[in-house]
């Protein structure tokens, strides 16, 4: 969890705070169950481990509805390969109607080889990017953080993890090289048409600039172009400027450095992003101060000494490969959540991994990045500090018993090592019994 949330959790009365009285909890927990209110959440549990993850994230929030007193009501909505075999598309409408007319949305994970060949209009990626696009979630929040009993599990030096380390990446994710123009061209003067048919001659140049990457050509002819392809990275001034506000406000909630990561010694886009963070940064957070780095050293530097980092702001593209390389310094990919928010409350929550199709259906998935995922939706979604606390204090405690999945488990003893079910319900019982013991005191 990251300070900023941290904080945040201290001002609505962290349910965890060690020295508080008996009265208070007591109080608190009935408050806590009075307030029992209806929460509709969208599932997208999409493909490979997404079901598996999501589930586990669904099964804990039942225990935390159960013991607290909310009720989380799920509408399964399909999107990405599963909906491409159902319906022909990544995104069909239900599921974006879905998602908009619910409280929050938890999201498993989209992709696979499957689906590898489609056109990329009709990629399951698709269905990722449209939803972001539709729910107009401009902000994507990645708190990376060391769980202390998961130090063996970094791939980091001893004397590196020692110094610990707590970052919050926070990604545009509307806008980029992910929405900007795209296309494929092909190069006029290297076409060698000798050998085509006549019809197909005229067919080939009859293709134009703009439309060629949606022509689909006979595999024989399309030995016959050279093709290029492109994607623009683009970004404006309103785009800049709107998630540096959520990166300087964040950052002046914890420890008020900020990093701005660019590749501004190429890129014009890189420029502008660089001029408007410091323009932003002089006029309305003096008190943060902003730092400039190259996308490059960045993804040296994280390696090298995380420690450095509050918060990094940065690109759609950068920011989806740093935090995905910031992910293994904790440990594994399968720890690290994330949430995507814009204007409203309304938000998406995923674990930052992919459909991991090489270990999908197999039990072995770590829940544990989903699991947090939900914690971050009842915290900045559904308003539930407090529910948001006990997962994340019971995931903590659960590593802190031992207890490990795979992909986390480094030199754990084998006994020690569980599936994707059985951690999901060693969290859960260290949520009911927290819980339980507050409610005798
Ligand atoms: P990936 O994140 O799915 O997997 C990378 C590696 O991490 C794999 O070895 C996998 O087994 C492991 N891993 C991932 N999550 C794990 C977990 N919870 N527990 C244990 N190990 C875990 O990345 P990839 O293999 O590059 O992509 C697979 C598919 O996912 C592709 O189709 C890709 O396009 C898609 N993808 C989807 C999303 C998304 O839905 N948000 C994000 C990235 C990639």
């Not at 009265?23 to 997208?44: E, G, M, P, W, Y």
């Not at 990446?169 to 060698?192: A, C, P, Q, S, W």
């Amino acid at each position: 969890m990251s300070r900023n949330d941290k904080q945040n959790s201290e001002k609505n009365m962290n349910y965890v705070t060690k020295n508080r009285t008996q009265h208070d909890t007591k109080n608190r927990i009935q408050h806590n169950k009075k307030s029992n209110t209806q929460h509709n959440i969208a599932l997208l549990k999409g493909d490979g481990i997404g079901p598996e993850i999501v589930n586990s994230a669904c099964k804990v929030l039942g225990a935390i509805g159960e013991k607290y007193g909310h009720t989380f009501i799920y509408k399964e909505y399909l999107a990405g390969g599963c909906a491409i075999d159902a319906t022909g598309e990544p995104l069909p409408q239900k599921t974006i109607d879905g998602c908009m007319s619910s409280d929050s949305v938890l999201l498993g994970a989209v992709g696979g080889p499957k689906w590898d060949n489609l056109a990329g209009d009709l990629r399951p990626e698709k269905a990722l990017l449209g939803i972001r696009l539709a729910m107009g979630l401009y902000s994507n929040l990645r708190p990376v953080r060391l769980f202390k009993a998961l130090k063996e599990a970094s791939p980091l030096r001893a004397s590196i993890v020692a110094k610990g380390f707590d970052i919050l990446i926070v990604r545009e994710l509307t806008g980029g090289i992910y929405f900007g123009e795209r296309g494929r061209e092909i190069l006029k003067d290297v076409t060698n048409l000798s050998n085509v048919e006549k019809n197909d001659r005229e067919a080939l140049l009859n293709i134009t600039k703009s439309d060629s990457h949606k022509t689909p050509l006979k595999p024989n002819l399309k030995t016959n172009l050279k093709e290029s392809a492109f994607d623009t990275e683009r970004y404006s001034t309103d785009e800049i400027e709107r998630i540096g506000r959520v990166a300087f406000k964040a950052a002046a909630k914890r420890r008020c450095q900020l990093t701005s990561v660019d590749k501004a010694n190429v890129l014009e886009s890189s420029r502008l992003w660089r001029e408007v963070m410091h323009r932003l940064g002089a006029s309305e957070y003096p008190q943060v101060k902003l730092t400039d780095m190259l996308v490059d050293n960045a993804a040296m530097q994280l390696i090298r000494d995380p420690s450095q980092f509050d918060v990094i702001v940065t690109t759609n593209m950068f920011g989806d490969i740093l935090s995905d390389e910031a992910s293994q310094l904790t440990g594994s990919i399968g720890m690290l959540p994330s949430s995507s928010l814009g204007l409203g409350k309304r938000g998406l929550y995923e674990p930052i991994s992919g459909s991991a199709p090489d270990i999908a259906g197999r039990d072995i998935a770590n829940p544990i990045a989903t699991i947090l995922s939900a914690a971050m939706m009842l915290r900045h979604s559904l308003c539930l500090p407090l529910a948001a606390d006990a997962i994340e204090d019971a995931v903590e405690k659960t590593l802190d018993q031992g207890w490990r999945t795979t992909d986390i488990a480094a030199d754990s003893p084998k006994n020690y090592v569980l599936g994707t079910k059985d951690m999901t319900a060693k969290i859960i019982e260290q949520i009911l019994s927290v819980s339980d013991a507050r409610l005798l005191m």
